[in-house]
């Protein structure tokens, strides 16, 4: 008997938190994210219709929700993009994100780092033309 291949129809995007109702908080009024459920866990969606998932991670290597000392290893790069870099950075700051400065990326986009609550790393970087992506 031969297996059909199926390929994969989407991307879950998990992010570790310390504080799933806090976090809740800061993803919906800082990032603009929309609750969609929480559960222990919770899904949000962003603006452009994408959802991300916030868990608090658990000790049990064979747990879905396992993430190693991810604080001190940060091992993923989650980017969200923006029209308006600048404007973004000083909304953050008012929301009282810790952020880095904007720097020129290698492939010639504004881009920079910040900051969940959490201190889960993250970069925004600027796209002048959404439409095109």
Known sequence: MRMEYVKASEVH???PVDDVE???DWYVNVLGCELVWKMGIAQL???SGQKIGIFKPEEDESSIWYVGDYKSHPHFSIQF???DIKRLRDELIVSGVQVREIERGGG???MMMFFDPNGN???AIEDLNPNQR
């Open 45 to 47: 969606k962003l603006p």
């Open 108 to 110: 010639g986009d504004d």
């Open 81 to 83: 993009f923006t029209t």
């Open 13 to 15: 995007l998990g992010i």
């Open 121 to 123: 790393r993250f970069w």
């Open 22 to 24: 806090g976090s809740i």
